[in-house]
């Protein structure tokens, strides 16, 4: 990255912070700088997202503090965890956590194993690729909202497509979403029909952007493709894999759009609930307002935790 | 009236800014005055039996009142779980209608603090205080105030049976008695014909809240059911019940039941694949719709729940009233509409509940809800319902639903649903 | 391959058959997965065209055949989606616009410009990209309605716009949510464009004396024509396919100002259950502007999406 030349460069040349130079001298280097320049370029839409991400994440946690809950407005004379503390008590927050764990790491890995597997495939010499490619990445164009409904129909206990197939092959016909022992796996694999074509667009530009004489080179040693890929490729996917990961952790964090959809209802499938779901529902159809900001912090928390190593990992190999 | 200064002393917020607004970008200041929100009545009634009951009731009150103009929005399904959701962000956003669909008694803790009081407008205006049953009158009053007029109370504790089902199986209704007589009378539903022996609708789960308050109160009596919601409850007694609960799930209802609602449960019963169902009298309207040849007294019937006769497990409708009413006079009108013999009549005769008032003749109601409006008068208890608001806070309802849904809806652990039923009430 | 047929070693038929062998094997493993990827999408399509005893009796991925054949449930979904289409069009257009607006300017500022301090800012809008919204939505909802009404206070004046509603005024906080929490990912996009460009383009510019404003009119934004539709079509699609604002700040799905995503999910619902023919054309026609948008623009789209993770 070019960042720190030229970083030095520029300031350089208008660093007031040579002795001897008067306070005008400086204020005038100072207005004629590239930050003072700059300013109105990346103020304005850092301080319209800085009030709504940051003050409304300040907003939030004061209101977790709070014992703020149904019509009247909230009271911020006695600040506590107590509400924290419930929701650790709380068994439908723990299973909401754990199933929220099931899920991020679940969907993750299986469309990112999903997503390479496609790119490889695509990758290796094949006609139509273009179009290919559109089809597999299809369902990332469509809503949660709207692969809801086309899963909820597949799924349908009656006369959905899975069942079809199922009976078909002479087993009784399963309630994908209607029990809580498959619910979760079934809404996975609903996840990863939509968003494994986006894991391997990530891959596809990994592979592309790999020299072409590292597969001659692999020939020439007499390796066979699988293990071309396998030793040699992959391996250096690194830095594709770990973006698409963190992209896809993000989607999973957000799956509280597909799970109300399904249901039309605050409460999703039985043992789907998640942290985003769970929020939604003590907040907004409860009205336990502190309860429900206090979940969101504890998710937001954990996002923190999914892009923190991410952003230091970024931030070390100098591409931020 | 104290509601005139009100309206006149502060002007409503939406009018206030909207001035604001208009003055400020298009100079418009003063053409907002004139903006009356009139009258707006949310409810939950969005199909069928329910949705023909408000637009009768509707209809009479626009015509008794040609001079009111009035919205009447439906809003949602499903237990009133939309409604109330809506009404809760209504006025927590402090945009508050006029008056809207809910139970009364504990639920009214929802809105807590901001509910009108209509005792003086109202009830005495009216003398409802006499003409309503003395249990109304009580539910309908909240901290001293009285924001509420009942409109109707359905009977919680019935079963509704298909006659076919029932003969082919060789089963008198009439002889069942408990609940382990009805347990003998599914199996063989089970075992002898292809009915499915009890439809259930299990996506929320209100429904098994509701069937296991039955159950509680059908094999440990209703002392069991009101000791548990005053927060005395016997966890053997809690269990029992559950187990039965358990049993009937897994074994006499529908494969699809986990992703059915009530309604859909219900139609089953219609369709003939079901032999009988539990829950309150609403079937009723929803059976009687012009929609389905299904006549009762011949393809269906009614019995109390087994176990339970003599108590009338009591549900009751009101339309409640927020403060800061947008439109106080209209609303005073409306809400002493709802307390009439005429709307009490023409509505729950659509919508198989019964009215509160005590004077009403018999005759005017259908042959079944005759025979519940008897009941409703002169039973030996009326323990209040617990998947209906009336019997414990929202709050604690909201547990005791989780309880089922987190415990109970396959796979079962009747020890964690009995402890968290327990635990939702005691606090 | 062809080095394969000069190793005499070899014989070459088995090559031949070995390699067809492979690829008949491998094109298979690509149909399935177009197979995978495309069955709930044409099962919903054809669905949607067909009655509803056609729905209970046929497979609900063949088409529709004779009687079976009506368009009534797409009918009946797109007049009761209409107003709601426009809904979400009237929100997610000028949000769109002014979020690739804001965004490139802040991606200028911040990449084309060097100054001390700026890997702070950067950081705080990354962070932006990846706060769930969950951590902001009671905030949002007690802002928008009780401290800063907007809808309300713009709804006198919109009643008095020609084409626009009075109720189209709750859109307005809908936009500037959308606005606030699109910055930081369409930022990113382009800032991974402009890094891209060679420093000699703004370095050249600099010396010849052009101010920072200029150096963004004349060079920068001709330059990166290209991005804005790339960004657009991404932004665009994100904002339209949204759920959770618009359930936030919207009370209800019956609201004449509630965005298409917003009804989706209770629409053909009755007492019988879900009528999958209604629902899924109404899915249909939800998804029918970002599917003519992805399929004009597929190369676009999965540049977006590239850049998104890099």
């Known amino acids: 990255m070019t960042t720190h030349d030229t970083t030095e460069t520029t300031e350089s ?67 506590d965890l107590e509400m924290y503390r419930r929701a650790l008590a709380d068994e439908s927050f723990r299973a909401a956590a754990f199933q929220n764990f099931v899920l991020l790491v679940g969907f993750t890995s299986i469309s990112l194993g999903l997503g390479l597997f496609l790119a490889v495939l695509l990758d290796y010499g094949i006609r139509y690729k273009e179009t290919i490619q559109t089809i597999y990445l299809l369902p990332m164009a469509l809503s949660f909202v709207v692969t809801a409904q086309l899963w909820l129909w597949m799924y349908s206990p009656g006369n959905g497509v899975l069942n079809i197939f199922v009976t078909a ?28 074509g986006y894991a391997m667009v990530v891959f596809l530009a990994g592979l592309q952007s790999l020299p072409d004489d590292q597969f001659e080179a692999a020939k ?42 399904i249901t039309g209802n605050y409460r999703p499938p039985n043992g789907t609930d998640i942290l985003a779901t769970l929020m939604v529902r003590e907040a907004f159809q409860y009205g336990q307002w502190a309860y429900g900001a206090a979940i969101a912090t504890m998710l937001l928390l954990l996002s923190l935790a999914v892009i923190a190593p991410y952003l230091i990992f970024q931030h070390r190999q100098g591409s931020l | ?39 707006e009545v949310l409810h939950g009634w969005t199909g069928g039996d329910g949705a023909a009951a408000i637009e009768t009731l509707i209809e009479a009150f626009e015509e008794e009142h040609s001079d009111i103009d009035g919205t009447f929005e439906p809003v949602g399904g499903d237990g009133n779980v939309e409604l109330n959701t809506a009404v809760l962000q209504r006025l927590t956003n402090e945009n508050p209608m006029s008056s809207f669909a809910n139970w009364p008694g504990n639920n009214l803790k929802r809105y807590e603090g901001v509910l009108m009081d209509l005792e003086e407008d109202v009830w005495e205006a009216e003398g409802l205080k006499e003409d309503m049953q003395e249990r109304a009158v009580e539910l309908c009053t909240y901290n001293d105030k009285m924001p509420a007029v009942p409109i109707g109370s359905h009977r919680m504790n019935n079963l509704f049976y298909n006659t076919a089902a029932f003969d082919e199986a060789g089963i008198d209704a009439e002889s069942l008695e408990s609940m382990s007589d009805l347990m003998d009378a599914l199996e063989t539903i089970d075992q002898d014909t292809d009915y499915i022996p009890f439809a259930h609708g299990m996506r929320s789960a209100f429904l098994g809240l509701q069937t296991w308050v039955q159950i509680l109160s059908s094999q440990s009596g209703v002392d069991a059911y009101t000791d548990f919601i005053e927060g005395d409850g016997d966890r053997d007694a809690v269990i029992d019940a559950l187990e039965t609960l358990r049993e009937i799930q897994q074994n ?32 009723y309207g929803m059976y009687r719709s012009d929609d389905y040849d299904f006549e009762f007294g011949e393809d269906w019937d009614w019995i109390p729940f087994p176990g339970t006769e003599g108590t009338y497990f009591y549900h009751l409708d009101s339309f409640v009233v927020p403060d800061d009413n947008p439109s106080s006079e209209e609303t005073i009108e409306w809400q002493k509409f709802i307390g009439t013999a005429e709307a009490q009549v023409e509505f729950n005769n659509l919508k198989g509940s019964v009215p509160l008032r005590t004077d009403i003749e018999p005759d005017e109601l259908t042959d079944f809800l005759a025979m519940t409006y008897e009941d409703l008068l002169d039973s030996e208890e009326y323990p209040p319902t617990l998947a209906h608001g009336l019997a414990v806070e929202p709050k604690q309802q909201n547990d005791c639903e989780g309880a089922i849904g987190d415990h109970f809806m396959d796979p079962y652990d009747a020890d964690a649903a009995a402890d968290a039923l327990l635990d939702a009430v005691s606090k | 391959m062809s080095q394969s047929t000069s190793d005499t070693n070899i014989d070459v038929a088995s090559v031949v058959e070995d390699v067809n062998l492979r690829r008949i094997g491998h094109y298979t493993i690509v149909i399935l997965f177009l197979g ?48 709601a289409f426009v809904n979400s069009l009237l929100m997610a257009i000028p949000a769109t616009i002014i979020n690739v607006l804001l965004a490139s300017m802040a991606a200028f500022g911040l990449t084309m410009v060097r100054w001390r ?24 909802a007690r802002f928008w309605n009780n401290i800063f009404p907007i809808a309300d206070m713009l709804e006198p004046v919109f009643s008095v716009v020609p084409l626009i509603q009075g109720y189209h005024s709750a859109l307005v906080p809908l936009i500037i949510t959308h606005v606030a929490y699109g910055i930081p990912i369409c930022m990113l996009l382009f800032r991974s464009y402009y890094q891209s460009l060679p420093n000699s383009l703004v370095e050249a510019a600099k010396i010849d004396g052009a101010s920072i404003t200029k150096i963004y009119r ?3 934004l001709p330059i990166s024509k290209p991005m804005f539709g790339v960004v657009f079509i991404y932004q665009f699609t994100q904002i339209y396919n949204e759920f959770l604002f618009s359930f936030t700040l919207v009370t209800s799905a019956n609201s004449s100002e509630a965005p298409i995503t917003l009804i989706i999910p209770t629409i053909g619902t009755s007492t019988s259950g879900i009528d999958f023919g209604i629902r899924m054309a109404a899915a249909f026609l939800a998804a029918l502007p970002t599917i003519i948008l992805y399929v004009a623009f597929a190369e676009q789209f999965a540049k977006g999406l590239e850049t998104e993770s890099a």
């Open chain 1, 13 to 79: 040349a208008v660093d007031p912070s040579e002795e001897g130079i008067d306070w005008q001298t400086k204020l005038r280097y100072f207005l004629n700088s590239d930050f003072v320049r700059s300013s109105p370029y990346w103020g304005i839409p850092f301080i319209i997202m800085g009030i709504a991400v940051y003050g409304g994440i300040g907003y939030n946690l004061a209101i977790s503090f709070t014992d703020y809950a149904g019509i009247a407005r909230p009271s911020f004379s006695s600040l």
């Open chain 3, 36 to 83: 995978f990827f495309l069955l709930p999408l044409i099962t919903g399509i054809m669905t949607a065209l067909k009655t509803s005893t056609a729905v209970a009796n046929t497979l609900p991925f063949m088409p529709p055949l004779g009687d079976g054949f009506t368009l009534a449930n797409l009918e009946y979904a797109f007049n009761r989606l209409s107003y």
């Open chain 2, 1 to 39: 009236m104290v509601e005139n200064d009100k309206l006149t002393n502060g002007l409503d917020r939406r009018t206030y800014l909207g001035g604001i607004a208009a003055g400020a970008v298009a100079g418009l200041a003063g053409c907002t005055d004139s903006e009356d929100d009139g009258l």
């Open chain 1, 169 to 196: 092959l002479g087993f009784d016909s399963i309630d994908w979403l209607g029990d809580p022992r498959i619910a979760l796996a079934a809404v996975i694999f609903a996840l990863v029909w939509q968003f494994s």
């Open chain 3, 117 to 140: 301090g700026q890997m702070g800012i950067l950081v705080l809008f990354l962070i932006g990209i990846f706060v769930p919204y969950q951590a902001v939505l009671v905030p949002l």
């Open chain 3, 218 to 220: 004349r060079i920068i």
């Open chain 2, 252 to 283: 006499y209802i529908s494969d699809d039941a986990s992703s059915i609602g009530y309604t859909q449960a219900a139609q089953k019963l219609i369709a003939g694949e079901a032999a009988c169902i539990h829950g309150g009298n609403w079937q």
């Open chain 1, 220 to 261: 020439v040693d007499g390796a066979s493709t699988t293990k071309t890929y396998v030793r040699i490729i992959v391996p250096q996917l690194k830095q594709a894999s770990v973006g698409a990961a963190v992209v896809l952790m993000l989607f999973a964090l957000k799956a509280f759009d597909f799970l109300y959809a």
